[in-house]
C-alpha cells in the first residue's frame, strides 16, 4: 500500500510537488503507518485516508505553497 507508481504516497507526492512544495515519508512514519493501515483491515482506502488528512493539514499552508517540505514521520502519524 506504501510504494509503487500508483500508492497513495506517489500520489500525494507527485500531488505536492505540483503545488510547488515537497513530501517526505521517514522510515518510521512509514512503519507506523503501515501498523495503522494493518490495525484498520481496510488497506488501501485506510492509507489513502491518512495521508489525506496530514496531507490536508498542509495543503493551504503559503509556506507549503513555496517549497517547504512536508515531512510525515511517526509522530506525524501518531497524531491521526
Known amino acids: 500500500y506504501l510504494s509503487g507508481s500508483d500508492s497513495p504516497v506517489?500520489?500525494?507526492t507527485e500531488m505536492a510537488e505540483r503545488l510547488g512544495g515537497k513530501l517526505v515519508l521517514t522510515e518510521d512514519g512509514?512503519?507506523?503507518?503501515?501498523?495503522?493501515?494493518?490495525?484498520?483491515n481496510t488497506?488501501?482506502?485506510?492509507?489513502?485516508?491518512?495521508?489525506?488528512?496530514?496531507?490536508?493539514?498542509?495543503?493551504?499552508?503559503p509556506d507549503f505553497a513555496s517549497g517547504a517540505t512536508l515531512t510525515i514521520?511517526?509522530?506525524q502519524v501518531a497524531t491521526i
Open 10 to 12: 506517489a500520489r500525494y
Open 30 to 40: 512509514k512503519a507506523a503507518l503501515a501498523e495503522k493501515v494493518a490495525n484498520g
Open 43 to 61: 488497506g488501501y482506502r485506510m492509507a489513502d485516508s491518512l495521508l489525506d488528512e496530514l496531507f490536508q493539514r498542509y495543503l493551504f499552508d
Open 73 to 75: 514521520d511517526a509522530a
